[in-house]
């Protein structure tokens, strides 16, 4: 929603001034389109040339990031922390039967409470691998950390493709939008033999290419470029907390210790307070005995 507010306010201030101050958009109308298509044309065919059909999927796919936000919510983060609660336990009491939940979690009666982070295969597979090498006693912690660290930079590098290659549009947007307005130069120089008015219209039009590339670059693309940054590095905070919790139980903290450790290291914003996880953890044990 804050997005769209966003684009909202740019307009009305951008063009509302513009109006304000006498200008007239009839000129900005008549050559947009043109402008546009040669404007936006180039752009999207130099952003095609740079990327594969993968990385232009999962760009558009991740420009709706803009208007969604965080795909983690703090409700996320308290399942994830009770999700990991019980799983602890289990390894302790009974590591036999833990395998059956980390070598099926599609049909674990115990990730299935969590329907929504059981639907991200990558948090799932962290969590899996992790107990999984513990089981087979791979449990340094400190190499185990070390793992996992690399394995979230190569994700967190990955996901935040989109946002690089949409800045890199952005940075050539205003170079685009010179070549526009130099055609449109060019245009009026072939009718320099018409009055002021004609020509004046003529070079209005040609200044429209700059005004557009500059236009799009700062005020559309690259605050897009911005809040897929943003938004990808908050949601790589779920798949921290999941190392975090894992590792201090490699180190073979008490349960609650190891929850309590994953629930401080979660950002303020969407940290669950202390009795609130408490009582979830509650229900959760509730839900598990029934």
Request: hydrophobic letters at 45%.
């Amino acid at each position: 929603m804050i997005g769209i507010v966003g684009i909202v306010v740019i307009f009305v201030m951008v063009f509302g001034g513009y109006l304000a101050a006498g200008g007239k958009m009839g000129i900005i109308m008549k050559s947009l389109p043109f402008e546009f298509t040669m404007i936006g044309g180039a752009a999207v065919g130099a952003f095609l040339i740079s990327n594969d059909m993968s990385s232009v999927k999962h760009t558009l796919k991740d420009v709706g990031k803009v208007f969604k936000g965080p795909r983690w919510k703090p409700g996320d983060y308290r399942d994830l922390l009770c999700l990991l609660s019980e799983l602890i336990r289990l390894a302790r009491q009974n590591p036999v039967a833990l395998e059956e939940h980390t070598e099926d979690p599609e049909n674990s009666a115990i990730f299935m409470r969590y329907p929504r982070i059981l639907a991200d295969g990558e948090a799932v597979g962290l969590i899996c691998d992790t107990l999984r090498s513990a089981s087979m006693n791979y449990d340094d912690p400190h190499q185990v950390e070390e793992v996992l660290e690399k394995r979230m930079e190569a994700n967190l590098h990955h996901a935040l493709h989109s946002s690089h290659a949409l800045q890199t549009m952005a940075d050539g947007l205003p170079a685009l939008g010179i070549v526009a307005a130099v055609l449109g130069v060019i245009k009026t120089m072939a009718s320099i033999d018409q009055p002021p008015e004609i020509l004046g219209k003529l070079i209005g039009g040609a200044l429209v290419g700059t005004f557009l590339g500059v236009f799009l670059a700062y005020g559309i693309v690259g605050p897009f470029a911005a809040r897929v940054k943003m938004v990808t590095e908050e949601d790589s905070h779920f798949h921290q907390l999941i190392r975090e919790v894992l590792v201090a139980n490699l180190h073979n903290h008490a349960a609650n210790i190891c929850i309590e450790v994953g629930r401080q290291n979660t950002p303020g914003h969407i940290r669950p307070s202390f009795n609130e996880l408490e009582e979830a953890l509650k229900q959760a044990k509730t839900k598990e005995a029934a």
